[in-house]
């Protein structure tokens, strides 16, 4: 998008660059933007995203009367983000620059977890969470290389993710171990009053998504009383797994 361009006359800038990752893999469908410095003759700005091989070319008509002028390429959505500056004239039209991807500091650049989960015929869906950048590659210790995998064996399986910018992460986990222990926290909300709200949180180990049954009735994480008595909570974790825990509340401890 170009704007406050006064001359007929114009000479092109042409930019071409690359969105890389560490191991030098161009990385696809990026946003990178385009503009003019603060000081500048001209306004201009542009909003482009790179090709499959993470490459991206873009053309500026530059008005005749401008003998020497600035542009900044960067990349859109960056919290913490490289700026590269390009210095053109009549006689220095083309350019070439690198960005390296977003990240923000102390965060890994790609990470993977997986989630395990049940199904109605006994088997096990193994399910790759992902983050990082474009699309991934998937190697599990079973060789499968899709995200998802349906197993039965009850074994330890790991999977090597790796996105398009080389970075790679690597899980496990053991389906072995299908322990699952629920415990009951109690919080009180309202300490100034005898009859005072408690929370009961239900503090599970095992393996998530986990799904929650008290003897109120409720299906959530945690609830909130009032009244004395015994309450208790039964879990189940994403391999079907179930455990139960109960706590006295009486009358002094609200």
């Known amino acids: 998008?170009?704007?406050?361009?006064?001359?007929?006359?114009?000479?092109?800038?042409?930019?071409?660059?690359?969105?890389?990752?560490?191991?030098?893999?161009g990385i696809p469908d990026v946003k990178v933007i385009i503009y003019t410095s603060p000081n500048s003759p001209f306004a201009y700005k542009t909003e482009i995203v790179t090709l499959a091989d993470g490459t991206f070319r873009h053309e500026i008509d530059v008005p005749d009367d401008v003998e020497r002028g600035e542009l900044l390429v960067s990349l859109a959505d960056c919290t913490f983000g490289q700026i590269k500056?390009?210095?053109?004239?009549?006689n220095k039209t083309s350019h070439d620059v690198r960005l390296r991807p977003c990240r923000d500091n102390n965060v890994d650049h790609c990470k993977v977890k997986i989630r395990a989960?049940?199904?109605?015929?006994?088997?096990?869906?193994?399910?790759?969470?992902?983050?990082?950048?474009?699309?991934?590659?998937?190697?599990?210790?079973?060789?499968?290389?899709?995200?998802?995998?349906?197993v039965s064996?009850?074994?330890e399986y790991c999977v090597i993710v790796s996105d398009s910018s080389g970075c790679t992460a690597r899980d496990c986990?053991?389906?072995s171990e299908q322990d699952?222990?629920?415990?009951?926290?109690?919080?009180?909300?309202?300490?100034?009053?005898?009859?005072?709200?408690?929370?009961?949180?239900?503090?599970?180990?095992?393996?998530?998504?986990?799904?929650?049954?008290?003897?109120?009735?409720?299906?959530?994480?945690?609830?909130?009383?009032s009244?004395?008595?015994?309450?208790?909570v039964t879990i189940s974790d994403a391999l079907g797994c179930t455990a139960e825990s109960c706590v006295d509340i009486d009358p002094f401890e609200q």
């Open 1 to 25: 998008m170009l704007f406050s361009i006064s001359s007929v006359l114009s000479y092109p800038v042409q930019i071409d660059g690359i969105v890389s990752g560490s191991a030098g893999a």
């Open 85 to 90: 500056r390009i210095v053109f004239n009549r």
């Open 117 to 150: 989960q049940r199904l109605d015929d006994g088997s096990i869906t193994l399910i790759a969470q992902t983050s990082g950048h474009g699309t991934y590659k998937y190697e599990w210790s079973n060789g499968s290389t899709t995200q998802e995998i349906v």
């Open 153 to 155: 064996e009850l074994t």
């Open 173 to 175: 986990t053991d389906l």
């Open 180 to 225: 699952c222990e629920v415990a009951i926290q109690v919080s009180r909300v309202d300490a100034s009053v005898l009859q005072g709200t408690v929370v009961l949180h239900a503090r599970t180990t095992g393996r998530p998504p986990f799904t929650y049954l008290w003897s109120t009735g409720d299906t959530t994480k945690s609830i909130r009383i």
């Open 227 to 232: 009244e004395p008595g015994r309450y208790c």
